[in-house]
């Protein structure tokens, strides 16, 4: 069926596909920063301008039958044109992968300051309503000053309930003595109103030096 396809006019070609080599990106990304770090250190510096000169001495001093990149050293040129071009893409590579930890940081940085912030609110508020509440409990000053209060009114009414105590035993005891005196005047008035003519008069109890005179 695929050969007739290819055969009709009327049916598009498909294009050829080419399969390129699979590879991981982290371990390759891991890779390219490790050559692009290594490639910014001065150990790298200083053992490539070692080879440098190694390769220039040699051609140069060496017979002309065993140089093999004679004078303007075209292969050594070559090679560190090909070292710069793959080395430009490791560095990019390197930084790309700097920067996108830098971004997913930075992220994550204001993602906690988000959340801090929320945090330092809700503690806010929460000591506010603490402060409030407190102010709204009672202490232990203000339940002495409270007690202390009470127990002079208690004293106060105490005391006037004694004066009121008082002043009713006292008008008590006035009334007694008023009834008392009362008494004692009723019974001297009675014993000194005159006998009455139609009564007997007794001979025994009759004293004439106490008769009043009339």
Same mark, same amino acid.
């Given at each position: 069926m695929?050969?007739?396809?290819r055969?009709?006019?009327d049916?598009p070609?498909?294009?050829?596909?080419?399969r390129?080599?699979k590879?991981d990106?982290?371990?390759?990304?891991?890779?390219?920063?490790?050559?692009a770090?290594?490639m910014?250190t001065a150990k790298?510096?200083v053992?490539?301008?070692?080879?440098?000169l190694?390769?220039?001495?040699w051609?140069v001093?060496a017979?002309?039958?065993?140089?093999?990149d004679?004078?303007?050293?075209?292969?050594?040129?070559l090679?560190?044109?090909l070292?710069?071009?793959?080395?430009a893409p490791?560095i990019?590579?390197a930084? @790309? =992968?700097?920067?996108? %930890?830098d971004?997913?940081a930075a $992220?994550?940085?204001?993602? *906690? &300051?988000?959340?801090?912030? !929320? +945090?330092?609110?809700?503690?806010?508020?929460?000591?506010?309503?603490?402060r409030?509440a407190?102010?709204d409990v009672t202490?232990?000053?203000f339940?002495r000053?409270?007690?202390a209060?009470?127990a002079?009114?208690?004293d106060?009414q105490? @005391? =006037?309930?004694?004066? %009121?105590?008082?002043?009713?035993? $006292?008008?008590?005891?006035? *009334? &007694?003595?008023?009834r008392? !005196? +009362?008494k004692?005047?009723?019974k001297?008035?009675k014993?000194?109103?005159?006998?009455?003519?139609d009564?007997?008069i007794?001979?025994?109890?009759y004293?004439p030096?106490?008769?009043?005179p009339l």
């Open positions: 695929a050969e007739r396809r055969d009709r006019l049916q070609q498909e294009p050829g596909r080419i390129l080599p590879f990106p982290e371990a390759f990304g891991q890779w390219s920063e490790s050559i770090r290594y910014g790298f510096l053992y490539m301008t070692i080879v440098i190694l390769w220039i001495a051609n001093l017979p002309p039958s065993l140089r093999f004679p004078y303007t050293f075209t292969f050594l040129t090679i560190l044109s070292q710069a071009s793959y080395a490791l990019l590579l930084q @790309n =992968r700097q920067a996108d %930890r971004r997913i $992220e994550e940085d204001r993602r *906690r &300051a988000v959340m801090q912030k !929320a +945090d330092t609110e809700y503690l806010a508020r929460e000591i506010a309503s603490l409030v407190l102010g202490t232990r000053d339940v000053s409270e007690l209060r009470l002079e009114e208690l106060e105490a @005391n =006037r309930r004694q004066r %009121r105590a008082e002043k009713a035993a $006292e008008k008590a005891y006035d *009334r &007694a003595n008023d008392a !005196a +009362d004692a005047e009723k001297a008035a014993q000194r109103k005159p006998a009455k003519l009564e007997p007794d001979a025994d109890a004293d030096e106490h008769v009043e």
